[in-house]
C-alpha cells in the first residue's frame, strides 16, 4: 500500500483530502504545520506528498527545499492564490506540480495518479549504462560520473540526462521531455523541465566538461550537445 502525506493547516480541507486518498486505496498520514509535515516525512516515507504552501511554523516552500536535500519524492504544491511567482518558485525548489484553491477532491487525485503512474514506469527501467565522452551514466544502481568523479544527481536528473544524452545532438522540446519522463498524462507545467535542467546543469557543472554541454535551443526546448566527437 502506497503512503501519501497530507499537509495543509485546514483540518476540514485534510479530512476531504484524506476520505478520497483512502478510497483510492492510500494510507494517509496528516499534518497540520511544516514542523509536523518534515516529522511526518522521516517517520513514515511517504510515496508522494501534497504540501499548502501557506502553513504556520515552516511554509510548504521551507519544507520542499528541506524534503529535496535528501529525497526525490513526488511532491504537489498546493496554492491558495496560484500567483505565476508561487508556481514558478515551487518548480525551482524541486516540486513536481502544483495545484490551485479551490479544486475538486477527484481533480487532486487524479494529479496524484498521473504522478505515481509515472514513477512506476521509470521504476521498470533495466540495466543500462551510456558512456559520451567523460560523461558515464549507469541506469542498474542511478549513479552518474563525470570524468571519473561522482556528481550526485536526484533519479529523475539522472532520467533526463540520461534521455538528453542518449539522443545526443537531437533537440527535444518540452512538452515531449514532459511525455518521456512523467508521462502522456501529467499535468504540470512546461517549467517543470527548465527547473529540473537549471538543478542538473548546476551540478553537472561542478566538475569541467569541455567536450559536452547541455544547450538550450530557443522556442524549442533542450538538446546535449557533443561539441568535440573523439
Known amino acids: 500500500m502506497n503512503t ?5 493547516d485546514n483540518p476540514q480541507l485534510l479530512n476531504i483530502l484524506k476520505t478520497s486518498a483512502e478510497k483510492e486505496g492510500y494510507k494517509v498520514i496528516l499534518a497540520e504545520d511544516g514542523e509536523t509535515a518534515l516529522e511526518a516525512f522521516h517517520t513514515n516515507n511517504p510515496n508522494i506528498i501534497l504540501l499548502d504552501v501557506m502553513m504556520p511554523k515552516l511554509d510548504g ?39 490551485v484553491k479551490p479544486f475538486s ?16 514506469k521509470t521504476d521498470d527501467i533495466t540495466d543500462r549504462i551510456l ?11 542511478y549513479s ?33 521531455l514532459l511525455d518521456m519522463l512523467w508521462g502522456y498524462d501529467y499535468y504540470g507545467d512546461p517549467r517543470t523541465v527548465d527547473s529540473h535542467i537549471k538543478r542538473l546543469r548546476s551540478k553537472l557543472d561542478a566538475v569541467e566538461h569541455k567536450t559536452w554541454e547541455i544547450r538550450t535551443i530557443r522556442n524549442v526546448g533542450y538538446k546535449f550537445e557533443v561539441l568535440h566527437e573523439k
Not at 4 to 8: T, V
Not at 145 to 174: C, F, H, I, Q
Request: charged fraction near 30%; aromatic fraction near 4%.
Open 61 to 99: 516552500f521551507q519544507v520542499c527545499r528541506e524534503i529535496r536535500k535528501e529525497s526525490d519524492v513526488p511532491i504537489i504544491m498546493i496554492t491558495a492564490r496560484g500567483e505565476d511567482f508561487e508556481k514558478i518558485m515551487g518548480l525551482e525548489i524541486g516540486a513536481d506540480d502544483y495545484i
Open 144 to 176: 552518474v560520473t563525470v570524468a571519473s568523479v561522482p556528481v550526485a544527481l536526484t533519479k529523475r536528473e539522472t532520467d533526463m540526462l540520461w534521455t538528453l544524452a542518449k539522443g545526443r545532438n537531437r533537440a527535444y522540446s518540452r512538452e515531449s
Open 105 to 120: 477532491p477527484g481533480e487532486v487525485m487524479a494529479r496524484v495518479k498521473a504522478v505515481m503512474r509515472r514513477i512506476e
Open 131 to 141: 558512456t559520451v565522452e567523460n560523461l558515464q551514466i549507469n541506469l542498474a544502481d
Open 4 to 8: 501519501i502525506l497530507i499537509a495543509d
